[in-house]
């Protein structure tokens, strides 16, 4: 059973739709229970860590997206959501 992995969340705040890449923590029966308090970002310096960061996180993408509120956590990292904000108005 995984432990931790990197899922989509989403918060709607101020009336605004907003997304962000965060790690997720799971229980031993492998449900969602915490989420990391920051949004990821791809910056290493390693390439074959970054490499290896960037499949993770765009597994995140094939999974369920995760509802931010019920995790007790807030979008911080603006950055991080514009660009995924941006992606999913491509789409």
Do not use: C
Request: no cysteine; proline share 2%; aromatic share 10%.
């Amino acid at each position: 059973m995984k432990e931790t992995d990197y899922r989509v969340v989403h918060w709607h705040e101020n009336g605004k739709d907003r997304f962000a890449v965060h790690q997720v923590f799971y229980d031993k029966k492998g449900n969602p229970q915490r989420i990391a308090n920051e949004s990821i970002t791809m910056e290493s310096d390693s390439i074959d860590v970054l490499k290896d960061q960037q499949f993770h996180i765009a597994a995140a993408f094939l999974q369920d997206i995760l509802p931010g509120q019920l995790y007790g956590s807030s979008l911080s990292n603006t950055s991080t959501g514009d660009l995924l904000r941006n992606f999913f108005k491509k789409s």
